[in-house]
C-alpha cells in the first residue's frame, strides 16, 4: 500500500500571528533579556522570536536605543514607591526609593549601562519622578533645586549599578581579578610619589556597595539644600524645540 505524501497547507489553514503591538515587543524583550541578557536581544534576534521581519519591528520602535528606553520603563514598575505614602522621616524614605531603583538595575547590569544613555518617558518613569518630587517636597527643598536634583540622583543610582552590578556574589573570576588587581595597586603604591594614595591605604576602596549608594544620596541631598542655582537659567532643550 503507497503513503500519499502529506498535502501542503494553505495559508489560510495556518493559524494567525498575533498581531504585532509595541506592548507585545517590550514584554518579548524583556522575556528575552531576562533569559539570554540585554546583549544577546538584537532587532533580528526579536524579529525572529516574534516570527517576523526586523523592518516590522521599526513601525513601533525607532532603534534599539528607543527599544532599550521603553524596556528600562517597564522594569522600573518593579520599583517599590511605598515609602512615599509612608511615615517616618522623609529623607531615609526618600533614599528608600532610591535603593530600590539601583538594586532593580543591579539585575540587569547591561540595561544599567544602557540606562546611562536611555532616556525613559513612560509611565513607569513619571510615577518614580513624582514619588521622588513629593518626598522633596515633603522635605521642604525648593522647587527648582528639587528638579534639578533628581537628575543628578537618578544618574548617580544608575552609574552605580552600572558599575558595581558584577561585584555581587556571583562575580565572574574576570571581574574579581580586575578588583583584586585594583586592591593591590593600591596596597602597594609608593609613599614617595604617591603620599595620599599611600596613606588612605585600603579605605579608598573600603565599604560595601549599599554603604557608599546611601551615602553617595546622602551627600548629594545635602549639597542641593546648599549649592546656588544659577541666578539665570538657561532655556531647555524642550523649550528650544517649541
Given at each position: 500500500?503507497?503513503?500519499?505524501?502529506?498535502?501542503?497547507?494553505?495559508?489560510?489553514?495556518?493559524?494567525?500571528?498575533?498581531?504585532?503591538?509595541?506592548?507585545?515587543?517590550?514584554?518579548?524583550?524583556?522575556?528575552?533579556?531576562?533569559?539570554?541578557?540585554?546583549?544577546?536581544?538584537?532587532?533580528?534576534?526579536?524579529?525572529?522570536?516574534?516570527?517576523?521581519?526586523?523592518?516590522?519591528?521599526?513601525?513601533?520602535?525607532?532603534?534599539?536605543?528607543?527599544?532599550?528606553?521603553?524596556?528600562?520603563?517597564?522594569?522600573?514598575?518593579?520599583?517599590?514607591?511605598?515609602?512615599?505614602?509612608a511615615g517616618g522621616d522623609w529623607h531615609d524614605r526618600l533614599v528608600r526609593i532610591l535603593t530600590?531603583?539601583?538594586?532593580?538595575?543591579?539585575?540587569?547590569?547591561?540595561?544599567?549601562?544602557?540606562?546611562?544613555?536611555?532616556?525613559?518617558?513612560?509611565?513607569?518613569?513619571?510615577?518614580?519622578?513624582?514619588?521622588?518630587?513629593?518626598?522633596?517636597?515633603?522635605?521642604?527643598?525648593?522647587?527648582?533645586?528639587?528638579?534639578?536634583?533628581?537628575?543628578?540622583?537618578?544618574?548617580?543610582?544608575?552609574?552605580?549599578?552600572?558599575?558595581?552590578?558584577?561585584?555581587?556574589?556571583?562575580?565572574?573570576?574576570?571581574?574579581?581579578?580586575?578588583?583584586?588587581a585594583l586592591a593591590a595597586v593600591v596596597r602597594d603604591v609608593s609613599p614617595r610619589t604617591h603620599?595620599?594614595?599611600?596613606?588612605?591605604?585600603?579605605?579608598?576602596?573600603?565599604?560595601?556597595?549599599?554603604?557608599?549608594?546611601?551615602?553617595?544620596f546622602d551627600v548629594l541631598i545635602a549639597g542641593a539644600r546648599h549649592t546656588p542655582l544659577p541666578?539665570?537659567?538657561?532655556?531647555?532643550?524642550?523649550?528650544?524645540?517649541?
Open positions: 500500500m503507497t503513503a500519499h505524501p502529506t498535502a501542503p497547507r494553505s495559508r489560510r489553514e495556518r493559524p494567525a500571528k498575533p498581531a504585532l503591538t509595541r506592548e507585545g515587543i517590550i514584554a518579548t524583550t524583556v522575556g528575552l533579556m531576562r533569559a539570554e541578557g540585554l546583549e544577546r536581544v538584537t532587532m533580528r534576534r526579536l524579529a525572529k522570536e516574534l516570527d517576523t521581519g526586523p523592518a516590522s519591528l521599526y513601525v513601533y520602535v525607532r532603534n534599539i536605543a528607543e527599544l532599550h528606553a521603553a524596556v528600562l520603563d517597564e522594569l522600573l514598575g518593579e520599583v517599590d514607591l511605598s515609602p512615599a505614602g530600590s531603583y539601583t538594586s532593580v538595575l543591579f539585575e540587569y547590569p547591561g540595561l544599567a549601562q544602557s540606562a546611562l544613555v536611555a532616556r525613559p518617558f513612560g509611565k513607569h518613569y513619571l510615577r518614580l519622578v513624582e514619588a521622588l518630587l513629593t518626598l522633596l517636597d515633603e522635605g521642604g527643598l525648593e522647587p527648582d533645586r528639587a528638579a534639578w536634583l533628581i537628575d543628578l540622583l537618578l544618574q548617580y543610582g544608575t552609574a552605580t549599578a552600572a558599575e558595581h552590578a558584577h561585584r555581587v556574589p556571583g562575580d565572574t573570576p574576570q571581574d574579581q581579578a580586575d578588583w583584586q603620599p595620599h594614595i599611600a596613606a588612605l591605604g585600603p579605605r579608598l576602596l573600603s565599604g560595601s556597595p549599599q554603604d557608599r549608594l546611601a551615602w553617595g541666578e539665570v537659567l538657561s532655556p531647555s532643550p524642550a523649550d528650544i524645540g517649541d
